[in-house]
């Protein structure tokens, strides 16, 4: 017999007897007053930066003088101008040296300041951890109280990849001294759009 | 015989100052749990939540695994079998020799750690890049990780300069975290730039999506699998819940009762391979089907290793990780590891107070101090305690169920220690060992009782 015939027989013999799936009521969970105030608490707590804009095109003035600057900035959000498409090809060495990323995010998480990002989102799956510093931009709409909401309103599985973002790459590892900036990003800068 | 717990603690503890900063420490961050866990109203409800889909789990596990199975393999993911740690380590070796990959990089897997796969690799002649911070620290220390969730906690910031300043040529004497990580970081881009083949672990596997999570704070694991052209995600096969909404509960649970982070950095949900890129997944066994068979200690197989047991345990915090010679250590690691090993793990359930705090902090409600006690049952039945501790507790048996050669015992005690204290006060008292005897009572407390009894009515 496999491994996997041995495996799954030993488990279906040893398995105790069957009990339902616990229903999620995610209307007992907690509530904030102010989704958007929290959400900003929450992030700058863990080490991102949060400002409220009216308008998108207000980053297109800063994405388009980054870019004049000569800095290796990729854009990832259509409504910002030309989206960098050629990322989807470019190598991790190429990648490392991108300085900044400009993604839009579809959810953010009031509780605990994380952003949903789809694969189709960055482009390129390694953008939003590889380059320097990560600019998110999501609707202030979009932020909903806790993980139960944000899970409701995905499909996870809607792509090959898709994942939460909260704040910057950071570790503590060193005698618990927290450090910014381990292999991800060195900074996070939230855009929340009215 | 292996060396055991007491005497790897008694050389841990011979450093005091090194164990004071570890105990605070470790106690700091169980703090910053409780402040995290007290900001949710409703969080004994997730508790409650989190250790019902994972006893719902167990219960049906070969349907949801089989279901896992069929919707990874539709999403282009190969599955792959391993019932025991060798198996597992020669699977991951088959495809790295299928495609003659020289450059590995890993993230924090305990499975790995679990199956000794850096080791197995090693002597075929593959070196492994762990990419944590903390397990590159103890990688090139040749240390194992002390502590599941933070690998190098038993080292002071001057240990890793020294280690740095001899591997990575950092300045001699330049302890500052925040350089010390900057220089990591510089190395591992590197590596993870050049790498071949990415390896992870698995926080969660999702039966109905056919997906698995990934969580760091780092954002190594990432680097790793969206550089390499293959990816190879390692898991037990208690990693899987039945659905992706069951996340809400478990990433909710998982960083809270970690670090008292409300979430880590990247939550990372894998469910496709990408174009031209080789996915794989290992279900490993390795005795967790026998675990599954016992029923006093089957749920401890609902862990989603997030360490506060270790945190809040006063043994731990005062004996370190290493005291615990496994890959997982801690309370939660001495109720999983007699199970893969009775006779070389014995020492394990004993290396604990049974004050019960690991219980309280479980996040999947794992009855850790009631299994501990009821290991200790189960090995010395079996025979795998030490002669001197099956004696003197056939004594203390016949002396608690005699209740006058008790009282008399006690007499005796209390006399000879007012009269010759040096019988108990010497180096051949164990606990007379780091500790002062206590001044014994003049009377014990069923005299002082009968007499003031009787002095009322």
């Given at each position: 017999?496999?491994?996997?015939?041995?495996?799954?027989?030993?488990?279906?013999?040893?398995?105790?007897?069957?009990?339902?799936?616990?229903?999620?009521?995610?209307?007992?969970?907690?509530?904030?007053?102010?989704?958007?105030?929290?959400?900003?608490?929450?992030?700058?707590?863990?080490?991102?930066?949060?400002?409220?804009?009216?308008?998108?095109?207000?980053?297109?003035?800063?994405?388009?003088?980054?870019?004049?600057?000569?800095?290796?900035?990729?854009?990832?959000?259509?409504?910002?101008?030309?989206?960098?498409?050629?990322?989807?090809?470019?190598?991790?060495?190429?990648?490392?040296?991108?300085?900044?990323?400009?993604?839009?995010?579809?959810?953010?998480?009031?509780?605990?300041?994380?952003?949903?990002?789809?694969?189709?989102?960055?482009?390129?799956?390694?953008v939003p951890f590889i380059c320097q510093h990560l600019v998110l931009v999501i609707e202030k709409k979009n932020i909903v109280n806790t993980l139960h909401q944000a899970y409701e309103k995905l499909d996870v599985s809607k792509e090959g990849f898709g994942t939460f973002i909260a704040g910057p790459s950071k570790t503590a590892d060193i005698e618990q001294s927290l450090v910014i900036g381990a292999h991800g990003a060195r900074s996070a800068m939230i855009y929340v759009i009215e | 015989m292996t060396v055991k717990h007491a005497a790897l603690a008694e050389k841990f503890i011979a450093d005091e100052p090194r164990t004071n900063w570890h105990d605070e420490t470790l106690w700091f961050v169980r703090e910053k749990r409780d402040k995290a866990a007290h900001g949710l109203p409703e969080w004994e409800?997730?508790?409650?939540?989190?250790?019902?889909?994972?006893?719902?789990?167990?219960?049906?596990?070969?349907?949801?695994?089989?279901?896992?199975?069929?919707?990874?393999?539709?999403?282009?993911?190969?599955?792959?079998?391993?019932?025991?740690?060798?198996?597992?380590?020669?699977?991951?070796?088959?495809?790295?020799?299928?495609?003659?990959?020289?450059?590995?990089?890993?993230?924090?897997?305990?499975?790995t750690e679990e199956c000794h796969l850096n080791e197995y690799l090693q002597h075929n002649g593959i070196e492994v890049v762990d990419t944590d911070l903390g397990e590159r620290i103890v990688q090139f220390r040749k240390e194992p990780p002390s502590h599941i969730v933070l690998p190098a906690i038993?080292?002071?910031?001057?240990?890793?300069?020294?280690?740095?300043?001899?591997?990575?040529?950092?300045?001699?004497g330049n302890n500052d975290p925040q350089y010390l990580t900057e220089a990591a970081r510089q190395h591992l881009r590197n590596k993870f730039v050049e790498s071949d083949l990415a390896i992870t672990g698995v926080n969660f596997a999702i039966a109905e999506t056919g997906g698995f999570v990934v969580c760091t704070n780092e954002g190594n694991a990432d680097m790793g699998a969206h550089t390499a052209?293959?990816?190879?995600?390692?898991?037990?096969?208690?990693?899987?819940?039945?659905?992706?909404?069951?996340?809400?509960?478990?990433?909710?649970?998982?960083?809270?009762?970690?670090?008292?982070?409300?979430?880590?950095?990247?939550?990372?949900?894998?469910?496709?391979?990408?174009?031209?890129?080789?996915?794989?997944?290992?279900?490993?066994?390795?005795?967790?089907?026998?675990?599954?068979?016992?029923?006093?200690?089957?749920?401890?197989?609902?862990?989603?290793?997030?360490?506060?047991?270790?945190?809040?345990?006063?043994?731990?915090?005062?004996?370190?990780?290493?005291?615990?010679?496994?890959?997982?250590?801690?309370?939660?690691?001495?109720?999983?590891?007699?199970?893969?090993?009775?006779?070389?793990?014995a020492d394990l359930p004993f290396a604990s107070t049974l004050c019960g705090s690991c219980t309280n902090v479980c996040p999947v409600k794992i009855n850790i101090h009631e299994q501990l006690w009821k290991w200790r049952q189960v090995i010395v039945s079996e025979g795998y305690v030490a002669g001197s501790k099956k004696i003197s507790m056939k004594g203390m048996d016949f002396l608690f169920s005699n209740p006058k050669i008790y009282r008399l015992m006690g007499k005796m005690g209390r006399k000879s220690m007012q009269l010759f204290p040096f019988m108990v006060n010497n180096r051949f008292n164990i606990w007379f060992k780091q500790r002062e005897m206590p001044t014994p009572p003049k009377e014990s407390f069923r005299d002082w009782y009968l007499k003031n009894k009787k002095s009322q009515n």
């Open positions: 017999m496999s491994a996997r015939e041995n495996i799954l027989n030993a488990i279906t013999m040893n398995q105790p007897e069957f009990i339902e799936i616990p229903v999620i009521d995610s209307s007992v969970v907690i509530q904030y007053d102010d989704v958007y105030a929290q959400f900003k608490t929450v992030l700058e707590s863990i080490g991102g930066k949060t400002e409220l804009i009216t308008d998108i095109t207000a980053l297109k003035e800063q994405l388009t003088a980054e870019k004049e600057n000569g800095s290796f900035v990729v854009n990832t959000i259509s409504a910002l101008g030309e989206v960098d498409e050629q990322v989807a090809f470019l190598s991790a060495s190429e990648l490392e040296k991108v300085e900044k990323a400009y993604i839009k995010g579809t959810i953010g998480v009031a509780e605990n300041g994380a952003i949903w990002v789809y694969e189709s989102q960055m482009i390129n799956r390694l | 409800q997730l508790r409650e939540w989190g250790s019902q889909i994972k006893n719902a789990t167990l219960s049906n596990l070969a349907n949801y695994l089989k279901e896992f199975e069929a919707k990874a393999t539709a999403n282009g993911i190969t599955v792959h079998w391993a019932s025991d740690a060798k198996e597992h380590n020669e699977i991951v070796h088959k495809i790295i020799k299928k495609h003659g990959i020289q450059k590995i990089v890993k993230s924090k897997s305990m499975l038993h080292l002071k910031k001057e240990d890793v300069s020294a280690t740095f300043h001899e591997h990575l040529q950092t300045q001699k052209p293959v990816h190879i995600a390692c898991m037990g096969f208690e990693k899987l819940i039945p659905k992706a909404e069951h996340l809400s509960v478990f990433l909710r649970l998982l960083a809270r009762s970690a670090t008292g982070q409300p979430i880590t950095t990247y939550s990372s949900h894998f469910h496709k391979p990408r174009p031209n890129q080789e996915m794989h997944i290992v279900i490993v066994d390795n005795g967790r089907s026998k675990q599954l068979a016992r029923e006093d200690f089957r749920n401890s197989l609902k862990c989603i290793r997030c360490a506060a047991c270790f945190n809040t345990c006063p043994v731990y915090r005062r004996s370190g990780g290493h005291s615990y010679h496994t890959a997982v250590a801690g309370p939660i690691g001495s109720i999983l590891n007699p199970n893969l090993d009775m006779k070389a793990n």
